[in-house]
């Protein structure tokens, strides 16, 4: 049986989105019997100075923790060495560990570590699996990142290029994503699409008379439009904060955000200088068994997304709100990976980025009609357990490296 080696920045105990369906994956396969690997580095994404144990067996998965850079994600320099610390120490680490014939598994936290990966693999005589939640360069040139922009761009889209066509399968989280990398050179018959997934047996819906963070937070009784999650550069609120300016005079709804990020401070600011306070309550990001009670405390959610990056970033906090089964506006292109699957499954809707004022009649609507909230509501679960449940992820993840180990079974025999 292959042996598998995963890299990614975080694994287990970290909690942050790419480690947590890492580490599901990972515990599974182990389970399953497969000899499984993991190279990550020694931090947790909240905490570059963290100092995790530097090689430990896990639910019987053999995790080697890397040393890096320790500047964090406060400034774009600091968090560039930390990328490039980690590349040289994945590098080393991977050459020691990898043999003939494993699976490579690459991420993509830090952005094109498939790079390294290939390179290796190659001269390993292993085979590599490009595991993507992002596509890069592209995003970087979208968000204008100085560092890739231009040539250093262009030079690393060629060797990205050539990861997708050299490897033996490239897993995609949307269907846009598949489409745009068989454009940049991926072997069709090697794209394989398998969304990202969330503690869905976790994170179930609560009514609202049985949730104590409603009485906690001081919203009892209102209509409270959410966001959960980091707000950074590849998102808009504007959008809302314009909503809210409309709703001012509506004591009915209220807006909650739980998270941070870049731009979740600009929201914070942007809501004091516009004297919108009593509309807002700003929470902090929630311990891991809290999640599930802070996500039904909206009635409904909203997420957002640049439409520029549309089909090169699928937001992972689209499963969690389906989860809590919670209705879900899409504020970003309303042709967009997230908005098609919300239409089609009619759980929620789309909203332009810059349509305040639709929002607006969006949120007077829904406050005013508990029964659609449930219906859409209850149309998200559904959605979810039918096609984007935790365990049906686990085992599309298992088909594929069964199949691509018992191919190479077949190349030898």
Request: charged share 20%.
């Amino acid at each position: 049986m292959a042996r598998l080696i995963f890299i990614n920045r975080f694994f287990y105990p970290d909690h942050s989105a790419t480690s947590q369906i890492l580490s599901d994956l990972a515990f599974h396969l182990a389970s399953e019997g497969h000899e499984v690997h993991v190279i990550a580095s020694r931090q947790v994404y909240d905490d570059p100075q963290a100092a995790l144990a530097s090689s430990e067996s896990i639910n019987a998965v053999h995790v080697h923790r890397v040393a890096s850079t320790r500047f964090g994600r406060s400034t774009l320099l600091g968090r560039t060495f930390d990328y490039l610390s980690f590349y040289r120490s994945v590098h080393r680490a991977l050459t020691e560990i990898t043999e003939p014939n494993d699976l490579v598994v690459a991420k993509t936290d830090p952005p094109l570590i498939s790079i390294v990966a290939s390179a290796v693999a190659r001269r390993r005589r292993a085979r590599l699996i490009n595991w993507l939640q992002d596509v890069y360069p592209e995003i970087a040139e979208v968000l204008a990142v100085p560092i890739v922009r231009g040539p250093v761009g262009e030079a690393l889209a060629v060797l990205r290029n050539r990861c997708l066509r050299q490897a033996e399968a490239t897993v995609v989280v949307g269907e846009l994503m598949a489409q745009k990398v068989q454009t940049l050179g991926a072997p069709t018959r090697r794209v394989h699409v398998i969304p990202n997934w969330c503690d869905d047996e976790a994170i179930t819906p609560i009514a609202q008379q049985n949730n104590p963070l409603r009485e906690r937070w001081g919203l009892r009784g209102k209509f409270v439009f959410g966001y959960s999650g980091n707000l950074g550069r590849a998102h808009e609120y504007t959008t809302v904060l314009g909503a809210a300016e409309r709703l001012r005079g509506d004591a009915r709804i209220a807006f909650l955000m739980i998270g941070g990020g870049s731009r979740f401070e600009k929201l914070t600011s942007a809501v004091k200088q516009r004297g919108l306070d009593c509309s807002f309550r700003f929470i902090p990001y929630q311990e891991q068994a809290m999640l599930p009670y802070s996500l039904s405390v909206p009635d409904a959610h909203w997420l957002s997304l640049n439409p520029r990056l549309e089909s090169l970033i699928v937001p992972s906090k689209f499963y969690g709100i389906a989860a809590a089964g919670k209705p879900i506006i899409v504020i970003g292109d309303r042709d967009g990976e997230l908005a098609t699957l919300v239409r089609r499954h009619d759980c929620g809707a789309a909203v332009a980025p810059g349509d305040a004022d639709r929002l607006t009649e969006m949120l007077q609507r829904l406050a005013s009609d508990p029964q659609t909230i449930a219906t859409h509501g209850s149309r998200a679960r559904q959605m979810l357990e039918e096609h984007f449940s935790r365990r049906k992820g686990l085992v599309r993840w298992s088909e594929l490296i069964n199949q691509l180990a018992h191919s190479q079974v077949g190349k030898e025999s």
